[in-house]
């Protein structure tokens, strides 16, 4: 069965540390994202991509940046974290550009930024 | 801008009763959005629960409906007897661009189902 797995599932990081969060889709599909969720603000996009080689920057891409090196990778990075940053983070694939617009969600990564 | 706005939970009903969480959007950057609803049950990843393309149907799935209103920019989703299994978040969300394939979130409602 198609499906997003994210890793790692639980991370625990340091002020000012490097943290690189990633994805593997198997859905041979184009776009991929990356949402963080926080109570109150639902998800929010962070970066998404066409395609391999292309990141494109969501409503809140200040603190990450983003890599997508194959079509089945997506990475965000972080590469000073701050404890802002301290969410679940949600990495997801769609199919082709078109009027669907159905996303397919990993498990999410919980992230802790001390 | 794009956004979505629905009921803030928690929502908490008992079994065997009927459901309504709302949930309305605005769209200006197109005028026929795709329209979804998602559903996070307790430790697994978002899923899709329902969508509606064309202004006027209604989406049905595992008990749930919801109707694309047009006129009122509404997407209520509906169940006339929830189950304790229903426990979930659960998200209206809207397709804003056929071009970027971009997914607009609303805050999530959860509910709890008492037994």
């Known amino acids: 069965e198609a499906a997003v797995t994210q890793s790692p599932r639980n991370k625990v990081a340091v002020t000012g540390g490097k943290v690189t969060l990633s994805c593997n889709q198997t859905?041979?599909?184009?776009?991929m994202y990356w949402y963080r969720q926080d109570t109150g603000h639902g998800l929010r996009l962070i970066h998404y991509?066409?395609?391999?080689?292309?990141?494109e920057k969501g409503d809140i891409p200040d603190g990450y940046k983003a890599s997508r090196p194959s079509q089945e990778n997506f990475s965000l990075i972080l590469e000073l974290a701050t404890p802002s940053q301290t969410s679940v983070y949600f990495c997801?694939?769609?199919?082709?550009?078109?009027?669907?617009?159905?996303?397919?969600f990993g498990e999410g990564s919980k992230l802790t930024v001390l | 801008g794009d956004s979505v706005t629905q009921t803030e939970g928690p929502v908490t009903v008992s079994e065997s009763e009927s459901l309504i969480i709302n949930c309305t959007y605005s769209?200006?950057?197109?005028?026929?959005?795709?329209l979804f609803w998602y559903v996070r049950y307790p430790g697994e990843g978002l899923q899709l629960l329902l969508k509606?393309?064309?202004?006027?149907q209604k989406g049905s799935s595992r008990g749930f409906e919801a109707t694309y209103n047009k006129e009122t920019t509404s997407f209520h989703l509906q169940k006339a007897s929830v189950q304790e299994s229903d426990s979930a978040v659960y998200y209206c969300?809207?397709?804003?661009?056929?071009?970027?394939?971009?997914?607009?979130f609303g805050t999530g409602t959860r509910l709890q189902v008492l037994p």
């Open positions: 997801a694939s769609g199919g082709a550009r078109g009027p669907d617009g159905q996303l397919y």
């Open positions: 859905n041979n599909h184009n776009n």
């Open positions: 991509s066409y395609g391999a080689g292309s990141t």
């Open positions: 769209a200006t950057s197109i005028a026929y959005p795709n």
């Open positions: 509606v393309i064309t202004a006027g």
């Open positions: 969300a809207l397709a804003v661009s056929s071009n970027t394939n971009k997914v607009v």
